[in-house]
Structures are given as C-alpha cells and as structure tokens.
C-alpha cells in the first residue's frame, strides 16, 4: 500500500497534476523558494514568514532521522562510535552544503541518485538469491505468524506480510501514520515543490515521471522488503525475529542484516550507496532550511533582496545543522520511521492545501498565467 501510493501521489500526480503547473506559475511570479511562492500567489508577507518558520522548525525533525539511519549503519560496519559518527558527517555535510550551494547538490544528485539505485537493485537480488527465491522467502515469512510480536497482535496486527485489521488501533496507526503521512506527505514537501520551480521546462518533467517512477519502485521497495525478510534470515540463523535481534532498537535492522548477511565487500557498497543517500537528502534539506532561514524569514523582516541574504541563509544552515546534530544525540531508539511521517504529515497538514489551492484557485488569475 505504501509503494503504491510512493507512485501513484509521489510520481504521477505529483509531476503530472502539480509539477507543471507549479513550474509554470513559479516562472511567472518569479519566486525562489516555496514561502517566496505562496506569498507572491497570495499577496501575504506573512504567509512568507510563517511557512518559513514552519519549514525552519520543523524540517530538522527529518533532518535528524536521516542523519541517525546513516550514523547507525556507519556505525555498524565500520564499529566507530555513534556520538561521533553523527559529529564527523554533519560536518561533512555542512561544508558540502556551504561551499556547494544548490548549484552543486543538484549537480551531484544524479551521481549520487545512480549510486543508490545500482547498490539498491543488488540488494535486492541477493536477498532472494540468499533466502531461495522471491516464493520461498515470502513463503517463509508468512508462516512465521507464530513469532510476530505479541503486542502487535493484541493491538490488530495479523503477521509480517498481512495488512491489520481493519479499524484496529493498529491499523489506525499504521494507516494515519506511515502510509498516509509519509505517502500523501510527500507531494507538499518544501524541497520537491522547489525543485518543480526550477526545472527548465515540461519535457523535463515527462521524463521525470518514468525515471522517477522507476526509482521509487526500486528504493522504498527495496528497504520494505529487506526490512522484513529480515527476521526470515535471523530466525534461521539465530532463532531470534529482527526486532529480538537488535534489542528493540528498529533502526539497527538492516545494517545489522547487511553486515551479516552479505559479503564484505557489499557492505562496503551499500555503505557509499547509503551514504549517497544521506548527503543527496541531507544537503537539500540544509539548503531549504538555511534559505527559509535567510531569504523568507529574515529577507522578509528587513525587506531585503536576495543579494544581501547570503550570510544570513549561511547562518540558517549552520542552525539547521546543529539542532538537527542535538537532535540526533537526544531522540530516542527506534526513531526513523516515526520521524519520517511525522514531518511528512506536517508537510501535509501545513503545506498541501495552500499548494493545491495556490496552482488550483482562480482567484487573481493573472498570477496564474500558465506560460510555457
């Protein structure tokens, strides 16, 4: 269900009913950023301002988590502290982000974006070759509805390859939570709808929605089905499910999983693969923060232009950087799934009706000349 909807709201009607539309509106009102968008559609400072401040406070929130998945992963291959792993690579990042500028992340994303999807694929391949093929694995794990957590079932789980009950507390959470937050959120988030202003025209965006569709169907697909026939490995090597072998700590799962369970020298892959990942994420959620910081809050306030928010949108980001770095340090086990829709269900309680309204509304139609 949730693959389905990454595709369906993340990819088609994302670039289909909304990217060409916000990037032809964008052109028109000449905005940079999506508080820049929403105020010049709207007429509003304020609406500036305080989407600004939205993005600001609540992005380090995913910041973080992205930051623990790769720290926990480098911490588990490569046995060095966590505390530190987390200090070294916010440092790497920042200093990526600083001197690259979006310029820079958005040139490295393809490379990066290659190596995720190449280190993804073989994943994927070996996990089946090593369990005995896609209908013996599965098959496995179905019968292992004996060994799914108590507290899930009593609560309306079913097993590890069967949806809740339906209405069960469960099935509210997981719903409400993971599968709406993180899929309908993710079309109202601030660095994607940037990224639709700055596409250089619709056949870009066309081509998008192939390319984009078939990395979606192999990146969170890929981590779903490796989370799960995770516990099929475990059990037959350790007798223990994935949840029992890291201590209640979720977020170990598939680094403990990589490590033992693929060669070396993959994991040493999938480590730059991961790595990849993180700082194609993290710079552009730096870059979004730093600028809501510099350009929307603080630009707005001293009715500034861009040319003179340079150091200011640098402040935001060495902001953004740090608390996402404390956060890091203080947020509890178990973290990155809860994090992820939590900031994907603010994007979209925030953020969704205002964009829909503000490419969809016909009010102030010469705001809305749709110019190739």
């Known amino acids: 269900m949730l693959a389905f909807l990454n595709l369906s709201v993340g990819i088609f009607i994302a670039f289909v009913f909304l990217g060409k539309r916000t990037r032809r509106i964008g052109v028109n009102l000449k905005s940079v950023t ?83 999807f190449c280190g993804m694929i073989f994943l994927l391949i070996f996990i089946y070759w090593k369990l005995g093929g ?17 507290e899930a079932l ?15 507390p469960f099935w509210w959470y997981l719903v409400s939570t993971l599968i709406m937050g993180v899929g309908i959120g993710t079309i109202a988030q601030p660095q ?8 250089k025209s619709d056949r870009e965006l066309n081509r998008a929605v192939l390319i984009g569709g078939i990395f979606i169907a192999v990146m969170p697909v890929t981590a779903y089905i490796a989370g799960s026939l995770s516990n099929v490995y475990f059990y037959q090597k350790l007798g223990k499910t994935a949840v029992e072998v890291v201590g209640g700590n979720v977020d170990k ?14 994991v040493y892959v999938f480590l730059l693969t991961l790595l990849a990942a ?17 350009s929307d809050i603080v630009g707005t306030i001293k009715n500034q232009i861009a040319e003179n928010l340079v150091t200011p949108t640098k402040i935001g980001i060495l902001i953004a950087v740090v608390i996402s770095l404390v956060l890091g340090y203080i947020l509890p086990a178990s973290v990155i ?28 139609q010469e705001k809305v000349q749709l110019q190739e």
């Open 154 to 168: 009593s609560q309306g789980g079913t097993g590890f390859t069967s949806f809740p009950k339906i209405g069960s």
């Open 192 to 199: 994607l709808i940037v990224r639709f202003m700055t596409v």
């Open 337 to 364: 799934a809860l994090g992820t829709s939590l900031f994907m269900g603010i994007c979209a309680a925030a953020f969704l009706p205002l964009f829909i309204a503000s490419i969809y509304w016909k009010g102030q």
């Open 34 to 116: 999506f508080p820049d968008f929403l105020a010049r559609r709207f007429d509003s400072k304020f609406l500036k301002i305080f989407s600004g401040l939205i993005i600001f406070l609540g992005m380090p929130l995913y910041s973080s988590v992205v930051l623990i998945g790769a720290a926990r992963f480098i911490e588990t291959s490569l046995s060095i502290n966590f505390q530190v792993v987390l200090l070294l690579f916010s440092i790497i990042i920042a200093v990526y982000v600083f001197y690259g500028g979006i310029k820079g992340v958005m040139y490295t994303d393809a490379l990066q974006g290659t190596i995720m």
């Open 278 to 294: 993180a700082m194609s994420t993290l710079s552009s959620l730096y870059h979004i923060q730093g600028t809501s910081f510099g």
């Open 253 to 266: 799962i598939i680094s403990i999983f990589i490590n033992m369970a693929l060669p070396e020298w993959f």
């Open 134 to 150: 896609v209908i013996q694995a599965n098959t496995v794990l179905t019968n292992m509805v004996s060994l799914y957590p108590h």
